[in-house]
T-cell receptor, first 114, second 110 residues
Framework: SAVISQKPSRDICQRGTSLTIQCQVDSQVTMMFWYRQQPGQSLTLIATANQGSEATYESGFVIDKFPISRPNLTFSTLTVSNMSPEDSSIYLC???????????FGQGTRLTVV | AQSVTQLGSHVSVSEGALVLLRCNYSSSVPPYLFWYVQYPNQGLQLLLKYTSAATLVKGINGFEAEFKKSETSFHLTKPSAHMSDAAEYFCAVSDPDMRFGAGTRLTVKP
């Protein structure tokens, strides 16, 4: 299994500012994903972080709002830009080694926008 | 795209009773199915996975799930609930990213 470290674990931010969340994996992984979990809700995929190329975003999510970087096979960042209270959620990093395998998750970043 | 549907957003059982959490999948090809558990303020932990090797899958903490193609179901069960089982449970399908059901909150009464 992969061990995933997410930073920060939680933050309270002012509206209009941006927050960058880091995801570090203890081994090289082929697939990395970012999810959002709104209060009391399930997980919604934001994007697939592709190593060496642009991230692939799901419907309803755009690069200007959620820019993602993936400089290598063990690290990725998600930025939540120009935040509003509606962005208050848990953001989770996830990794997989292949299409048929299970996903492993970080502990999440609990974001509150005031 | 493949998807899963969880029936029942909240299930409440007594300690020692059978736990049954329902999940149905929508797929025209054999899916890869998973159950995850999320404890408060934590990330997701894998309970078990189905990858077509066996229809009855045993997982951690005494949970198991049975893949039934005829019913397009992958229900999660545990013979005897424990207080520590109280959590949110998610069924998921690999597509190849994980697609999650809405979740079922399990409450265990003493």
């Amino acid at each position: 299994s992969a061990v995933i470290s997410q930073k920060p674990s939680r933050d309270i931010c002012q509206r209009g500012t941006s927050l960058t969340i880091q995801c570090q994996v203890d081994s090289q992984v082929t697939m990395m994903f970012w999810y959002r979990q709104q209060p009391g809700q399930s997980l919604t995929l934001i994007a697939t972080a592709n190593q060496g190329s642009e991230a692939t975003y799901e419907s309803g999510f755009v690069i200007d709002k959620f820019p993602i970087s993936r400089p290598n096979l063990t690290f990725s960042t998600l930025t939540v830009s120009n935040m509003s209270p509606e962005d208050s959620s848990i953001y989770l990093c996830s990794v997989k080694q292949g299409a048929r395998t299970e996903a492993f998750f970080g502990q999440g970043t609990r974001l509150t926008v005031v | 795209a493949q998807s899963v549907t969880q029936l029942g957003s909240h299930v409440s059982v007594s300690e020692g009773a059978l736990v049954l959490l329902r999940c149905n999948y929508s797929s025209s090809v054999p899916p890869y199915l998973f159950w995850y558990v999320q404890y408060p303020n934590q990330g997701l932990q894998l309970l078990l996975k189905y990858t077509s090797a066996a229809t009855l899958v045993k997982g951690i903490n005494g949970f198991e799930a049975e893949f039934k193609k005829s019913e397009t179901s992958f229900h999660l069960t545990k013979p005897s609930a424990h207080m520590s089982d109280a959590a949110e449970y998610f069924c998921a399908v690999s597509d190849p990213d994980m697609r999650f059901g809405a979740g079922t909150r399990l409450t265990v009464k003493p």
